[in-house]
């Protein structure tokens, strides 16, 4: 299906996963001088998922994330300053400093939360998709969640409702093999931890390469497209792998080294760089990436300045008005 | 004006609010077709239809999370679980995700929906189907807690429930299906976090909620009739907002409080109004506060046990009467 | 495989099921007087579901119910003379009078506890598979529970487990078709909510007549054995009925009368006397259910003989010694 | 005596557990070969291995589940939950399941487990990891709850709760995994429901908990230092049993008290012990009890925002001399 990609797109995608790319690897930066408290956990290798994903995407579609959520968010348009302000705790963040890294959410870009607790967030997009529905908006609510998130209960209930419901909900798994730092197989009986369960509800479950920006955006595509007919949910189990450990400074020693080396030779960003490379007029890749890098530097710059939140509205926002 | 019992003040308060307000969904385990396990919405399903009132399966987590995420989208999704036990199932949906998305996101997300569920004990349900938890709730920020005693309240506080923006859980209570009362047929709203004066009095104020208010005014009656005690009965209604104005001008006037609650002692609401008034109203009080609270046991099955276990209008009474 | 059943145990067979049909009937008419207190729901109709599954148990082996649950406890061996006093609220209750009718417990049969909130016991029957394997004691857990049960989250993690560490927990789903008062494929796109789920976790998904008790018997059997050699878990769907509503009055005018009719041709109770007839001296199936209705009688009078539980017991077993 | 931390007697505790009693098993995600999602249990995994120390898919209701199968069947499962805020997901099995079994059955089942989660904010986690649920633990009957404050209390309160019959749930902090002591060597046990004087004072009472006791300490040698007010600092330890006897002892000498405790107001475990103590110990008091609590706000991330959030040894020092 590459063939169908042209020049625009992969220069939109280069422009994107480099964004996301060099965003959190200012994160990382940031989290070791000490200026990013508790955790953080980068997408790092998994950029083609949101990418490829958002690429099916209307601008009015709905999607919801993890506290990994990072390539999700800025994929869908939310502004590396307001971003990277949130993560630093600053009231310019895109949360005014309240949610942080683990909570990025841009309701003006459809990114519907990121949220904490594993699993929970599925059952909210399946509220999403019910809405659109009910509403007859015509608008897709996307959960992407990992793999290590399909044995906790609030899956099976969320991929049930939808199901019964023939609501247009489309469950993205990013399967990285891990969550924490447990392999998948030792804690799923099943191959795919996530498609091989969609027989189970009557739909369907398909398992593509995640590094493959392309493969994502088809895949979710007809999700897409099926939801929006009324036929109901489908499962995209995309095959990727983190660069990094599973946040903080984990070292990830727990992962054999071949299986790293072979997954960092399936880089998607390289990836699509190479198809660029190919198709696009030398140097404009390298373009790309100095634009992406440059917005990126004014971004944080900009996030850097801003002061923290003012301790007064420490008591905004718990309700809509103060009680 | 049209006397109604308190179950049917349930479905009533619903139909008003699915009739007069589109965005108005209702959800939950045989709440359609079946009118309830309790037959407490009987008629909305044949009323309004399969697009505004969904029958779902046995998935706690799910209908909250349905419900929050159509709240977050525009609708204003009402949802039942069907025992206030089972909130347990789905507490980190609501007391993590419902109640913390508007605050986590800095305000985007707005959650304006409804869960209600049926509480309380002294029918014989046993000790997974028989609890209260207005105290738990009352203890997580970022939701409204209510629990009506009387059927206008049951559509009244729904009322006020389904207009306001924050996510609002009301606990209906087995016990008072069968309470009548007079009740507008125009549309009305009894707002939330107003308490309700049942009985004015001089000589002590009785503090309760849902169930517990019956039981209070009846003490209250046996009180000024055997014992020429004048108690003064306050409803709280809602536990969040708390009403401290109400109950600090009747304690300023009588000098003494009395809780009176359904649930163990510990961390019960009335330990957190004992608090508020002994900070708050440390000079009008003239004894200590006393709490009148279930026993201290998860709800036993035995008629007798459970009869012993919950406060009745006898407990109270010589609570009143031993108070030092 | 019904050629394989003796009449000895077709014998014990009525003679249980009959125990348990003349149990749910008295409990039925107490409920009517009003001596039964909150609610009760009766397995009419899933007798042999129970009696099946006990064939196939060894006495100590473990089973855990719902509040639908008079039918295993009896079939595992408790006094049925406890059972009345419990669900009478009698300090002669088999709990003292705590539990009620949704809690029989009899630790002593390996009943080890019904449980209320629907999916819960999964998870614990799960701990006791664990349990068993940890201790090496070849014992098996089997966990009954209803088809509306596969739509909650407790079952899903359970399973999971249970499949993931291969442990000796036997699933027995009573599909009797409903869950309260909607059908099963209403909430559950699968034609068998349980079976079509198990090779979600790679295991053995049969179902069976479950009114068949010898079929049960067998497939509990090959589960059993398959639990004892340390190969997993198996669900067995057992396909019934229940003769009347979901609990206390429910006069389940919900179900088309047809499909109520169909079933009430293949009571279980009916199949096993009329099976029994065939193989037996004439007169046994008579004798058999003279037996037990005495039985009954006589239990019943002695729980209704029985005195309330003092109130001094209130507060004991909260914790093992009062705080 | 050997110097710890308190993250290191975490795993020092479990691991003396397992070393004791055969019976002990533990259980959680990424407890095992990984060490711990906060290297708390590194190093049992490779000492007993994966028959003694089993890492779970993430399941919460299941490891709850399978802890109490297991307690229920003769082991003496200790359960890990990776964040206290993780008990939402399986509130149903701690508070409905695992708290009722031996009373519903009218004792004929235990459950002798440990949970053990690691609560608390202060360090950038967010409104999702940093919550303290003690108050809402402690309105279950049915288990006992504790939070130790040091590593011997770590150590001595896990074997407390290990040898209990009952369920217990154990409450970590995260902010106290750096807190040195020295820890006895051979084996020893802090009982559940003792609490402890970490410092003594004639002039007010200072009742704390968990990450609120060094904040306590804190603020008592501040209030000594500058003010001259002699602040006795009693460390709770467990919320049930609570030891009443220790706080109405003191209030007794101090005429004063003051509850510090990290959540949100409303049912907080400072209500509780400020009813109970104002019940009790009425005539003790010259004025009111005060309650210094986290505000009550879903934990923000922001660092002065969290840090306003939580009670520190100035908010404590400055409730004290505005004290009436
Ligand atoms: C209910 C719950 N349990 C445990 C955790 C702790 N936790 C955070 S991320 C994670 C691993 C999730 O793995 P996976 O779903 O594969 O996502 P990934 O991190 O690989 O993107 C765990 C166990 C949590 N946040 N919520
Ligand atoms: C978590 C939870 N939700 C809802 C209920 C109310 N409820 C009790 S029984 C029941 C139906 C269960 O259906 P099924 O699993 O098919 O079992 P059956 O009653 O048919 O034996 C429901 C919804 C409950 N007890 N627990
Ligand atoms: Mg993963
Ligand atoms: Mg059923």
Known sequence: ?323 | MTVMNYRKAIAEGIGRALRSDQRVVFLGEDVGAAGGAFKSTVGLYEEFGPDRVWDTPISEQAIVGAAMGAAMTGLRPIAEIMFTDFLGVCWDMVANQVAKARYMSGGQLEVPLVIRAHGGAGLGFGAQHSQTWENLLMSIPGIKVAAPSTPRDVIGLLAAAVADPDPVILLEHKALFDAKEDVPDEPFLEPLGSASIRRTGDDLTLVALSAMVPVAVQAAATLEAEHGISAEVIDLRSVTPTDTATLLQSVERTSRLMTVEENPRPCGWGAEIASIVAEEGFTFLDAPIQRVTSANVPVPFAANLEHATIPNADTVVKAVLSYS
């Open chain 1, 1 to 323: 299906m590459n063939a169908a990609v042209s020049t625009d797109e992969l220069t939109d995608w280069l422009r994107m996963m480099t964004l996301i790319r060099g965003f959190e690897e200012r994160v990382k930066n940031l989290f070791s001088q000490g200026l990013v408290r508790g955790t953080t956990h980068l997408a790092t290798g998994q950029e083609a998922v949101a990418v490829g994903a958002s690429a099916a995407l209307q601008p009015d579609d709905w999607v919801l994330g993890t506290y990994r959520g990072h390539h999700h968010a800025l994929a869908r348009g939310m502004s590396p300053a307001s971003a990277f302000a949130e993560i630093l705790g600053r009231s310019t963040g895109v949360c005014r400093g309240k949610g942080g890294s683990m909570h990025l959410t841009d309701v003006s870009h459809g990114v519907m939360g990121s949220y904490a607790i594993v699993g929970a967030h599925l059952p909210i997009a399946v509220g999403c998709a019910w809405s659109s529905k009910i509403q007859d908006l015509g608008r897709v609510a996307v959960c992407f969640f990992g793999d290590g998130t399909t044995t906790i209960g609030a899956f099976h209930e969320a991929v049930n409702l939808a199901a019964v419901w023939k609501l247009p909900a489309i469950f993205v798994c990013e399967n990285n093999r891990y969550s924490e730092y447990t392999p998948i197989d030792q804690v799923s009986p099943v191959a795919h931890a996530a498609a091989d369960r969609a027989a189970g509800y009557g739909i369907p479950g398909v398992v593509i390469d995640g590094n493959d920006v392309a493969a994502i955006r088809d895949a979710v595509d007809v999700a897409a497209d099926r939801a929006r007919r009324g036929a109901g949910p489908t499962i995209v189990e995309a095959e990727t792998y983190r660069h990094g450990g599973h946040s903080r400074a984990d070292p990830a020693t727990y992962r054999p080294e071949q299986e790293v080396e072979h997954w960092l030779q399936r880089d998607p960003v390289a990836a699509v760089r190479r198809q660029l490379e190919a198709t696009a007029e030398p140097g404009r890749a390298e373009q790309v990436e100095t634009e992406a890098s440059d917005q990126l530097d004014r971004a944080l710059e900009e996030a850097l300045a801003a002061p923290e939140p003012d301790l007064s509205t420490l008591t905004d926002d718990v309700y809509a008005r103060a009680l």
